[in-house]
């Protein structure tokens, strides 16, 4: 045998194109299954685990015994249940009409400035970035009835006190102010971000067109945003009816169950009644719901796309 057949014959095969893809984006499978592994771990086995819970009777002592929809009974048989999931969809509402169309409005007013830009989205992203209990105590004493600033302000203008969140009328709305402040900077940031892949020549053909602001807003933002609008239109109708921080810091569920949310009598069912199975039932309740909207919502996002 010649030296040049022996050295072709021991020349190494290359390796398949698979192998080399598997070696290339090695790195980035890793960090795939790690993140696929947190998921199931964190989001997944709770759902299951909680759905089980549902048909359950436990204490966490002894062994679980099977009920059926007794559980489901004792949630409906609660008479908070119906005000809280009223709470929940008045909460909703209200917090939408504030903490959707106002982070919109912001994000149009920095995107149109020319100064202190980064000044301003910081201002704006501030509270999002303290504690959601701080923020909740913060407003607690601002909405305090003796010494609290707000009624201090209307003091200063000869005007009478409120109770605020010690008042059926207005918990539920100082309750909404206080998600509003807490969320509106995340908000901001993400339609800020959406405006600015709008492509100027849009605007500058509207504008040589003799279209004001309003028109601008109305048929160039608006139809360019669209589809970010549907998907924060979502995640805030999920975080919304999901609301538990504000109601059982600021106001415990009162006055007179004026801000029990669903959220709020889970907690309640399961950590003060020790009824888990009873928490876990109105847990499937809202994800069922949640579930609804989030279907609504891809229907329309489909054909938005198409």
């Known amino acids: 045998m010649s030296i040049a057949t022996a050295g072709t014959a021991r020349r190494p095969r290359p390796p398949s194109p698979l192998r080399r893809a598997l070696r290339r984006n090695l790195t980035a499978y890793g960090f795939m299954v790690g993140a696929l592994f947190c998921f199931v771990l964190f989001s997944w086995y709770p759902i299951v ?28 048989a609660d008479p908070a249940f119906g005000p809280a999931w009223l709470n929940t969809l008045t909460f909703t509402v209200l917090a939408l009409l504030l903490g959707y169309g106002l982070p919109f409005a912001v994000a149009i007013l920095l995107n149109e400035l020319r100064h202190c830009r980064a000044y301003l989205r910081f201002v704006v992203y501030l509270p999002v970035m303290l504690p959601p209990a701080v923020a909740v105590l913060l407003f607690r004493w601002f909405y305090d009835p003796d010494v609290g600033l707000f009624n201090q302000i209307l003091g200063f203008f000869s005007l009478p006190g409120l109770n605020w969140i010690y008042s059926t009328d ?80 600021l106001t415990g569920g009162g006055p007179e169950n004026a801000t029990a949310t669903v959220a709020f009598l889970m907690f309640q069912q399961a950590f003060t009644y020790s009824n ?30 198409s």
């Open 49 to 76: 685990q909680e759905f089980i819970l549902s048909f359950q009777k436990t204490d966490l002592v002894n062994e679980p015994e099977w009920v059926g929809l007794e559980n489901f009974r004792t949630a409906f």
């Open 276 to 305: 888990y199975g009873a928490g876990g039932a109105l847990g499937m309740m809202l994800m069922v719901v949640l579930l609804a909207f989030a279907a609504v919502q891809l229907r329309l996002t489909r054909e938005e796309k």
């Open 170 to 249: 207005t918990a539920l709305i100082c309750l909404v102010l206080v998600s509003t402040w807490m969320n509106m900077g995340s908000a901001t940031l993400i339609y800020l971000a959406a405006l600015q892949n709008i492509s100027p020549d849009l605007y500058e053909a509207a504008e040589l067109d003799g279209a004001g602001v309003w028109k601008r807003i109305r048929h160039i933002t608006i139809p360019q945003t669209k589809l970010i609008l549907l998907l924060m239109l979502m995640l805030q109708i999920v975080a919304t009816m999901q609301v538990f921080i504000e109601p059982y810091l």
